[in-house]
């Protein structure tokens, strides 16, 4: 998935994933992970499962980048984990731009494809949700 984004292929993909690259906060390395992200009112919004363990380098981080549309972007991230209020909204936006990713959330869809807000509301608790201000590109 990283190759195709990097790739002059990357069309196909990268009007909703993008390549997140850090620092790791203990070993120092550089790394990257492909995340779907949103933009809306001039920030990149990025979902993940608590299990997973990238989005505790971000915590404390003093900046991440996202490769979107093969463009670098930098910025300080700002990491939320216990706020459901505000992830809830934040999760259903993101729900309603890309339905595909409902099923990562364990959210379902109504008939018109539209989050079922129940769903959300079990899903935000075990949710990671990670904000960076991002100028569309």
Not at 54 to 62: F, G, H, R, S, T
Not at 92 to 104: E, Q, V
């Amino acid at each position: 998935m990283k190759g195709i984004l990097r790739s002059p292929a990357h069309g196909m993909m990268s009007d909703s994933i993008a390549i997140l690259e850090f620092v790791g906060r203990k070993s120092g390395k550089s790394m990257a992970t492909p995340v779907s992200y949103t933009l809306k009112d001039g920030r990149v919004h990025i979902f993940t499962n608590k299990e997973s363990t990238w989005w505790k380098n971000l915590v404390d981080a003093p900046e991440m980048t996202l490769v979107i549309k093969r463009e670098r972007v930098t910025g300080k991230p700002v990491v939320e984990t216990e706020d459901l209020q505000i992830m809830h909204a934040a999760l259903t936006d993101m729900l309603t731009t890309l339905p595909r990713d409902a099923s990562f959330s364990n959210v379902g869809l109504d008939e018109n494809k539209v989050p079922i807000a129940e769903d959300i509301a079990k899903a935000v608790p075990d949710m990671v949700y990670v904000s960076m201000p991002c100028s569309p590109t």
